[in-house]
C-alpha cells in the first residue's frame, strides 16, 4: 500500500462510525417520539384541564353555547368556571360529557391529588341544594331558573317558583349541559 493507503483506512472507517452514528440517532428519535406519542396517549383532559386552573378558557356546550371564564376547579366528572354573567360574576358547573370543545388548553397537564376530585356531579348539586341556591340548569331544551328541591343518583329536580303555579322539572344528569348561579 502506498502512503495514502492507511488514511483511505481512516476515511472509510470514519464515515462507516458517522453512518453508524446517524442511523442510531435516527432510531433513537423515533423512539422518543414513539414513547411521547403513547405518554400523551395516557393522559385525561381532566389531567391538562387542572393545569390548566386560573387559566381564562372558553368551553364549548354540546349545544353550540360558549362560556368564558377563569377555571376555577377541575373533578372528574365536572369543571368549575368563574365567568360574567348578566349579574356580574357567576360561577358554572359544567359536566365534562356537556363539552364539544375546549379552547385556552397548554399543553402540560397535572394529575389528580386531591381526594376531592372524585366528586360526582350529584355531590355538588346536592351542596347547591342544601344552600338553596337559585340557579340556572341549560340543557339542550332549554334553560329553566329555580332552586333544587332534590338530588337524584342520575337526576335532579328543579322547583321553578317563580312561575304563577310552582313547577317542578326533572332533570336527568344526562341532559345537564351546565349549572350556573342565577
Do not use: C, K, N, Y
Not at 476515511?11 to 405518554?39: K, S
Not at 356537556?98 to 402540560?108: D, E, H, I, Q, Y
Not at 335532579?156 to 326533572?170: H, W
Request: hydrophobic share 45%; net charge neutral; glycine share 12%.
Amino acid at each position: 500500500m502506498t502512503g495514502t493507503g492507511p488514511a483511505r483506512w481512516e476515511l472509510l472507517f470514519a464515515d462507516l462510525e458517522a453512518r453508524f452514528d446517524a442511523e442510531q440517532a435516527a432510531e433513537q428519535e423515533g423512539t422518543v417520539a414513539e414513547l411521547t406519542r403513547a405518554e400523551q396517549a395516557s393522559i385525561p383532559l381532566t389531567d391538562r384541564m387542572r393545569a390548566a386552573t386560573g387559566a381564562v378558557l372558553r368551553l364549548e356546550l354540546l349545544d353550540g353555547e360558549g362560556i368564558e371564564g377563569r377555571l376555577a376547579r377541575v373533578a372528574h366528572a365536572w369543571v368549575l368556571l368563574d365567568g360574567r354573567g348578566a349579574r356580574g360574576q357567576v360561577q358554572h358547573l359544567v359536566p365534562l360529557a356537556a363539552l364539544a370543545s375546549v379552547v385556552g388548553l397548554g399543553r402540560f397537564a397535572t394529575p389528580s391529588r386531591a381526594r376531592t376530585d372524585g366528586l360526582g356531579l350529584g355531590h355538588v348539586l346536592r351542596g347547591l341544594q342544601r344552600d338553596r341556591a337559585r340557579v340556572l340548569v341549560r340543557t339542550a331544551g332549554g334553560s329553566v331558573i329555580g332552586r333544587i328541591g332534590r338530588v337524584g343518583a342520575d337526576h335532579l329536580d328543579v322547583e321553578e317558583a317563580e312561575r304563577a303555579r310552582p313547577v317542578v322539572r326533572t332533570v336527568p344528569f344526562g341532559a345537564v349541559l351546565r349549572v350556573s348561579e342565577a
